[in-house]
Every structure is written in C-alpha cells, then in structure tokens.
C-alpha cells in the first residue's frame, strides 16, 4: 500500500481506541468496562483489548479496587498542555483565580463547547460553606448565568436551537415560554452587563452571576462567573461584588484585544 493511501484511510486501530476515550470522558467519572464497552458500542472482550493497550502507555489507569478505569496520568498531562496553549484560557484561569482572592467566593471560567457552553476551571474560596463546581460541566442556556451570558452575546443563529430545545424540554426557567420571552430575558442581561441568579437556579440553594469576555474581535470568548450559597451574595447590580466582576472581565477583555472596555484598562 502507498504512503498516499495509508495516509488516505489513517490508522482504525488507533481510531477505535480514541473512541473508547471519548466514550470515558463523556462518562465524567470512573467506568466499569461493561459501561464503556456500551458507550463505546463494542463488545467488552474488545473494549478491554484496547483498554489494557491505553493503560500501558498512561492514556487509561484502572484502580485495582474496584475495577474502575478512568483517564489516565498522560492523558491529563495532554489536556493540561493543550490548556496551557490556549492564551485565552490560560488569561481567564489566571482571572478567576484573582477574582477569587479579591471577593473570597467560589469562581469558575466558562467557555462554549460542542454542545453549549461547559466550565472548564474553577477556584475554591477559603470559607468553612463553598459551592463545589464540576470542570466539564455542560450549562443551560437559560436557567445558568453562564448560559444566559453566552445566549445573550452570541449570534442568534448560533444560539436558537438550543433555546427552542430548552424551551420545548421544560428546562426554560419560570415565566419563560416562547422565544420571545427568552430574547426578552437575554436583552435585559445584555444591558445590564451581568446575568444574575438567585432563588431559580438550576441547583437548589445555590446562586450564581457571570460576565462575558470578549476578543480582538469584540466577539464573546469566554464568561466569568461567581458561585455561592443562596443569599450569601449581594446580587445588585451596583454591589461590590458585581463591580469586581465587571471589572475582572473588562480588564480580560482588554487583555484580550477587545476594544469595548479599552478605557478601563489599568
């Protein structure tokens, strides 16, 4: 076979086997192989074949307790590396990091993924009561404050399919029923600067606030977002706390090239 063709048809053996690591990250937490064999739509004889090849060169470990394999040490160095390489997100985890040591709450950083927009940070406050967030996690558009930071700033086209999913799923937040009431919501965010949440959030007892960030372009990039307990946080728009947000992603922006907040660089 020539190198043109080979190259043409790739490798299916190493294909299979990013399969089976795409159905363990989609998994988010340590799989039995009869779970990843079905995620992977194999049979476990198979599945476990390539498993033990991921595991001798650190893409997979299987704890030796309960039998549960997860990601393993190199695939973690990998993503560590392929974040490290993006300045955008490497400016951002320095952001709420700094954030978080201003106003002392729990933060994350935000950015849109395949399916919407997903955390892929977050930072711990030093309290005794925190609000832990999930990296990976997937946020909805119109029940987070993430979300509605990334539906209020993105293109609509980019956006109204999934707002129309949401709303025909029940998962709009109360008092939202058509698409126009959501474009209602997300302009009274767009003006604001902020999307807030309290006492409707997804989780129960837990509020939340974000900021968009945006690019040379001036094009939405990525949010910053503040977690607490419900009530724990003064939610006005003309709060400490909503200030130092504000600012946070404002002087990101600029760092990033936007021009929309050029005068409030420092």
């Known amino acids: 076979m020539s190198e043109e063709l080979e190259g043409k048809h790739g490798v299916q053996s190493l294909e299979v086997g990013m399969g089976i690591l795409k159905a363990m990250v989609g998994g988010q937490r340590s799989m039995m192989l009869k779970d990843i064999a079905a995620a992977a739509e194999m049979p476990p004889s198979k599945a476990h074949r390539y498993l033990v090849s991921l595991i001798r060169v650190g893409l997979v470990e299987q704890d030796p307790l309960t039998s549960r394999y997860n990601i393993g040490p190199f695939a973690l160095k990998i993503g560590l590396v392929a974040i490290d390489r993006l300045d955008r997100v490497r400016l951002g985890m320095a952001a709420i990091a700094e954030l978080r040591d201003t106003i002392n709450e729990t933060t994350a950083l935000a950015v849109w993924g395949d399916h919407g927009p997903v955390i892929v940070r977050w930072e711990r406050p030093n309290r005794p009561i925190i609000v832990n967030v999930v990296t990976g996690t997937h946020l909805?558009?119109?029940?987070?404050?993430?979300?509605?930071?990334?539906?209020?700033?993105?293109?609509?086209?980019?956006?109204?399919?999934?707002?129309?999913?949401?709303?025909?799923?029940?998962?709009?937040?109360?008092?939202?029923?058509?698409?126009?009431?959501?474009?209602?919501?997300?302009?009274?965010?767009?003006?604001?600067?902020?999307?807030?949440?309290?006492?409707?959030?997804?989780?129960?007892?837990?509020?939340?606030?974000?900021?968009?960030?945006?690019?040379?372009?001036?094009?939405?990039?990525?949010?910053?977002?503040?977690?607490?307990?419900?009530?724990?946080?003064?939610?006005?728009?003309?709060?400490?706390?909503?200030?130092?947000?504000?600012?946070?992603?404002?002087?990101?922006?600029?760092?990033?090239?936007?021009?929309r907040y050029a005068e409030e660089a420092p």
């Open 140 to 259: 909805k558009l119109l029940s987070s404050a993430a979300g509605r930071v990334f539906a209020a700033w993105l293109p609509r086209e980019q956006v109204e399919e999934q707002i129309l999913k949401e709303l025909a799923g029940g998962s709009a937040p109360a008092g939202i029923h058509t698409l126009d009431d959501a474009y209602a919501l997300l302009a009274d965010v767009e003006r604001e600067g902020v999307a807030a949440i309290s006492g409707n959030y997804t989780i129960k007892g837990v509020e939340a606030v974000a900021a968009p960030v945006f690019n040379f372009k001036n094009e939405l990039t990525m949010a910053l977002v503040i977690v607490s307990v419900e009530g724990s946080t003064d939610m006005r728009a003309e709060s400490p706390t909503i200030r130092d947000l504000k600012h946070a992603a404002h002087t990101l922006s600029v760092r990033l090239g936007s021009t």
